[in-house]
């Protein structure tokens, strides 16, 4: 069975960092795509940013130069390093993860529990 665990969410200042992690465990053969997404009160879903395996990135506009993803291959873990944060980037965060379990030959998606983060003085 495979679980996504995120950690790293809390209250900050606006203009402040955190940094959210996302561990991969189970019995994993391999893991594909990688990447964040967050839901604010009354609003959609929306992607953060994500990653392939090979390390290409995407991000959405309003993150773009303030927020970095990356991955530890050898960890299965996903990172979300987010500066220069603002009241409006609150929301609860949520890893996602396109993986293959072991001994399966399909690659599955899935999702962590989520993890807040307020930005508010």
């Known amino acids: 069975q495979v679980q996504l665990v995120e950690s790293g969410g809390g209250l900050v200042q606006p203009g402040g960092s955190l940094r959210l992690s996302c561990a991969a465990s189970g019995s994993i053969f391999s893991i594909n795509a990688m990447g964040w997404y967050r839901q604010a009160p009354g609003k959609q879903r929306e992607l953060v940013a994500d990653?392939?395996?090979?390390?290409?990135?995407n991000y959405a506009d309003s993150v773009k130069g303030r927020f970095t993803i990356s991955r530890d291959n050898a960890k299965n873990t996903v990172y979300l390093q987010m500066n220069s944060l603002k009241p409006e980037d609150t929301a609860v965060y949520y890893c996602?993860?396109?993986?293959?379990?072991?001994?399966?030959?399909?690659?599955?998606?899935?999702w962590g529990q989520g993890t807040q983060v307020t930005v508010s003085s």
């Open positions: 990653i392939t395996s090979g390390g290409s990135t």
């Open positions: 996602k993860a396109i993986i293959r379990g072991s001994p399966s030959t399909v690659f599955y998606q899935y």
